[in-house]
């Protein structure tokens, strides 16, 4: 049975993790294997950026 919820997994530090979780049929993941913790500026500047990229769309 299903009740359609996805599945986050924080704290995914090594590919084997990833690949383990994949296994188990949860592609919803976070961690410092995806990208280092960034300082609020540092996302600041990634999300002007993307706005503009899509603006220039």
């Known amino acids: 049975m299903s009740v359609n919820m996805t599945t986050l997994v924080e704290d995914v530090e090594t590919d084997a993790q990833r690949i ?14 995806f990208s280092p913790p960034r300082s609020p500026h540092e996302i600041d500047s990634l999300l002007q950026s993307v706005e503009s990229a899509i603006a220039a769309v």
């Open 20 to 33: 383990a979780i994949a296994a188990e049929g949860t592609l919803e993941m976070q961690g410092i294997l």
